[in-house]
């Protein structure tokens, strides 16, 4: 059963709105571009995960995405997290293309594609300290030091895996997707013993749910931007350009002549992301562009149905669980 599902992650949308509205020609586009696809991938490499995962027995496993749980004074992160009255297990998945070497002695992986080597971090050792951030929390929380297993998935069934025949840890950690379920019954038939009751996992579940603290991420102060960085204004839905202009109570693209009644949903989701949810009239019409007060006025009640104060003064409340 899927006890916490994985959504599209906030850093992952605000990259996303920021790369529609940042020029191409901006000295931090490609970096953030690469940021964003590293990004995907991983979010790609997860949700490929869904299937398989969904395979497992639904009354026996409880499955947690994207936990991020506060250790004492650090925050730690785990992709997934299957939870059994028997075991845990902690998945950390790699979506990586190209072939991948396992160096255990440099704790490295070195990924090789088209003729290009490059470092990443040793997902194994990765996974093996988020098992024991685990450990003390579930110990700070007073619940049984029930055996946690580590595990890397390689998400890509395109990745060629090579591995170091004298090292004879890491095949223990690392498996490609396709086999979580066959490891699972592993550990299924090694664990036999209940570490947890059933009110123990009801109360471990409400736990995790109410510890997970989603990352924050000033996307201004990560990449040294300014808001004047942004392109303003209504982005065209059929042809992306911006802007576009307000006329008959439409919004009519000045480049391809598309017309769209809501463009200004969009621009509005992206004010939300990329520099807060709340917004005035004044600050409305300096994003949207083009507009009159009473029109901004007509559509900040449209689109937020939450406002607070009055006059100039007016906050209205751009819905973020509908970014
Ligand atoms: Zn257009």
Redesign the pocket.
């Known amino acids: 059963m899927i006890a916490k599902p994985r959504t599209k992650p906030i850093s992952l949308l605000k990259l996303e709105a920021l790369l529609k509205r940042l020029p191409e020609v901006h000295p931090k586009y490609s970096l953030i571009k690469s940021d964003y696809a590293k990004q995907k991938a991983g979010y790609l490499g997860e949700k490929f995960l869904e299937y398989p995962l969904s395979c497992l027995p639904g009354k026996d496993y409880l499955i947690f995405n994207d936990l991020r749980l506060l250790n004492g004074k650090h925050f730690f992160q785990m992709d997934v997290l299957l939870l059994t009255p028997f075991f845990i297990s902690i998945l950390e998945v790699k979506n990586i293309s190209g072939s991948i070497f396992f160096n255990s002695l440099f704790k490295q992986i070195i990924r090789t594609i088209e003729g290009k080597e490059e470092g990443f971090a040793d997902p194994v050792a990765q996974v093996k300290r988020q098992a024991e951030h685990l450990r003390d929390w579930l110990e700070r929380y007073g619940f049984p030091a029930l055996p946690i297993v580590p595990l890397v998935v390689i998400a890509n069934e395109r990745t060629v895996i090579k591995l170091d025949p004298r090292d004879k840890i890491t095949p223990n950690f690392v498996i490609p997707s396709s086999d979580i379920i066959s490891n699972m019954r592993f550990y299924d038939k090694k664990f036999t013993s209940p570490f947890l009751t059933p009110r123990q996992v009801k109360k471990l579940y409400s736990r995790l749910i109410a510890d997970h603290t989603p990352v924050e991420m000033d996307i201004f102060q990560r990449y040294a931007l300014q808001k004047t960085d942004l392109i303003k204004g209504v982005q065209?839905p059929?042809?992306l350009?911006f802007p576009m202009n307000r006329v008959h109570g439409n919004w009519k693209?000045l480049?391809?002549s598309?017309v769209s009644q809501d463009a200004h949903n969009q621009a509005l989701k992206d004010y939300a992301l990329l520099i807060k949810t709340s917004i005035t009239n004044k600050e409305a019409r300096d994003f949207l562009g083009s507009i009159s007060s009473d029109t901004a006025k007509r559509i900040l009640q449209q689109t937020c149905k939450v406002s607070e104060g009055n006059n100039k003064g007016k906050l209205y409340f751009i819905p973020v669980d509908k970014v």
């Open positions: 065209c059929g042809c350009s693209c480049r391809c598309h």
